[in-house]
């Protein structure tokens, strides 16, 4: 098992899921979380909002604010 930081989130369905945190990303005022299913190759990223002080985690789809972050995130993660 992992090391890393992980979240247990609700899917559509209604099924918890643990999500491993993979990154986090600051970009345009904005911090961005990159999450994973454990054992899953597939990754999503969220941006995390404050509301009432608690944190929210906004999807940010498969637009241009998602190519972004994952630019951001592969010039960081060369090898």
């Known amino acids: 098992m992992s090391n890393k930081p992980f979240m247990t989130v ?4 209604g099924e918890r899921v643990e999500l491993e945190l993979v990154d986090t990303i600051n970009l345009k005022n904005n911090k961005y979380v990159i999450v994973s299913q454990i054992n899953s190759d597939d990754a999503y990223a969220y941006r995390v909002v404050e509301k009432n002080g608690e944190k929210e985690y906004v999807s940010i789809g498969s637009g241009s604010e998602f190519h972004s972050v994952l630019e951001e995130y592969n010039k960081r993660n060369k090898h």
């Open 10 to 13: 609700l899917n559509a369905k």
